[in-house]
């Protein structure tokens, strides 16, 4: 489809616009299939370690689990009153202004988004390197001294870098391609990941010889300022872990019956999603001791191989390469279509709003994406990159969800296909955690948590001039 396009010397031209190829099950399968990804794999050894218990490792799993669905139910309701490219960019701006749509647009397209494409394509690599250690052999070390910190920053090359953004610049490729392909691809992804999560969790409680004695300490011995610190530490881990949620939003425009699918696809995956990671978590304490899971570094292979021996372990991490894979998939193919909506409103860079004559995908702002987070992967290690990702990103989780109460005075006859369950209060419920969870971010990595707001701010820099040319275009 094409839309007639003034341009700059009054000339009307027609302008491509983006095709609605992603029906029900793609569309579930980019919630699922974003959320799925490393961190199940990854953070629950970390959690175990901040958390001290398994009750609180549960607790931390299930709040994290409500919130994320709480999010969800709140962004149902705007993908499917807004069913626009750009997700949060759109909802923004209709409900506090182009400014606020503007920030979220800038964080997501140079902070939010290339740092999870990093950082998920980080952590395919660790488990790549349980197969070949050799791409964790360092190539390259150099210290950088950073104002207030007694430790300076070390910048480690190793060949796993280079691998992530070959990773990076393939499945780039595959969404350059066409978004039914990239929709496909995610479906197959998809549903191999889960298929291995099931396996683990069948098996386990099936072959595994499980010990009630693994899940002591069920409860801490007390709970102080430390134990509390912790549980934050270990919420911010399963966020990450949870994240990708609202991705489906951010290919509003190319979602097949939006307003049917888009809610059903929030609602349903993030519930699907919160099961199969406790059912993951219960088998992990069921054949593993709780101090063995404290300190391995791949809970999964490890809980595998006591039912199921090293070679089996082995081939689940394949699968887990497989569903990094999924993951980044997702991210990618979701990921551009913020800087492709700002820059059609000439609030970006004019080469992100290309769209490819044949493949009819946002070719400029995958490749400018891809690029971003190319940077990023060979600079940054997991868990700086998550920590500045989780930061960033929820602040804007919160004032998008916040946008559902602000849409609801501003556009009150907006039609609404679905509405938010138990508004107001879930929206307000999910707004006051975020903020919490940013304020708590903040105060225990302050560094990397400032420079991602620096970088959220340095887009006002840009923004006078092209709101400015914005204004004379139209």
């Known amino acids: 489809m094409a839309e007639a396009h003034t341009t700059p010397d009054g ?38 370690r901040n958390a001290g218990s398994v009750g609180l490792v549960f607790l931390v ?9 709480f999010g969800a139910l709140s962004y149902a309701e705007l993908g499917a009153a807004i069913p626009e490219a750009g997700g949060e960019y759109v909802y923004l701006t209709r409900a506090f202004g182009p400014k606020w749509g503007y920030l979220f647009g800038w964080m997501h397209s140079v902070v939010g988004r290339p740092c999870s494409v990093a950082t998920i394509a980080a ?3 660790r488990f790549t390197g349980f197969l070949l250690p050799g791409i964790n052999t360092r190539i390259l070390q150099y210290p950088i001294y950073m104002p207030f910190t007694r430790t300076p920053y070390e910048i480690i090359l190793t060949p796993a870098q280079p691998l992530a953004v070959a990773a990076i610049a393939l499945v780039t490729g595959i969404n350059y391609l066409g978004v039914r392909f990239g929709g496909r691809v995610q479906v197959i992804l998809t549903t ?30 007390g709970m102080g300022l430390a134990t509390i610190g912790g549980v934050l530490t270990a919420l911010v881990a399963a966020l990450w872990a949870y994240d990708g949620w609202s991705n489906v939003s951010l290919v509003g425009s190319e979602v097949i019956e939006p307003q049917k699918n888009i809610p059903r696809a929030l609602a349903g995956g993030v519930a699907f999603v919160v099961l199969v990671y406790l059912l993951a978590n219960a088998v992990y304490f069921y054949v593993l001791p709780f101090a063995a899971v404290q300190k391995s570094p791949d809970v999964a292979s490890d809980a ?3 039912f ?26 979701s990921g551009a279509r913020v800087p492709f909506a700002m820059a059609r409103d000439r609030l970006f860079f004019r080469f ?15 490749v400018f994406q891809a690029y971003l987070a190319s940077v990023l992967a060979l600079t940054g290690t997991f868990d700086d990159l998550f920590s500045l990702f ?38 307000v419920a999910f707004c006051v955690s975020a903020l919490a969870l940013t304020v708590n971010l903040w105060w225990q990595r302050p560094l990397s948590s400032t420079i991602g707001l620096l970088l959220i701010l340095s887009g006002l820099l840009f923004y006078d001039r092209w709101q400015k040319g914005s204004s004379a275009a139209a």
């Not at 199921?308 to 193919?333: E, H, K, P, Y």
């Not at 992100?352 to 995958?366: C, D, N, S, V």
């Open 352 to 366: 992100a709003g290309q769209i490819h004559e044949q493949f009819r995908t946002p070719g400029g702002a995958l």
């Open 61 to 69: 799993w299930i709040f994290g689990g409500v919130l994320s669905l």
């Open 192 to 221: 191999l990941k889960i298929s291995a999560v099931f396996a683990v969790v069948v098996f386990g409680f099936a072959l595994g010889h499980g010990d009630a004695t693994h899940f002591h300490p069920l409860l801490p011995a």
């Open 390 to 427: 989780i930061f960033a990103q929820w602040i804007f989780y919160a004032l998008a969800t916040a946008a559902v109460i602000g849409l609801r005075r501003r556009e009150p006859d907006l039609p609404r296909p679905y509405r938010t369950w138990g508004y107001p209060w879930v929206p």
């Open 308 to 333: 199921a021996g090293f070679r089996a372990a082995r081939w689940l991490t394949l699968a887990m390469i497989v569903s990094a894979l999924g993951t980044l998939n997702s991210s990618i193919l």
């Open 304 to 306: 595998v191989a006591t």
């Open 11 to 48: 000339l009307q031209t027609p302008r491509l616009n983006l095709v609605r190829g992603l029906g029900p099950w793609a569309s579930v399968a980019i919630v699922i299939g974003t959320m799925i990804g490393t961190g199940i794999f990854l953070v629950p050894s970390s959690m175990a």
């Open 123 to 125: 952590g395919l690599m």
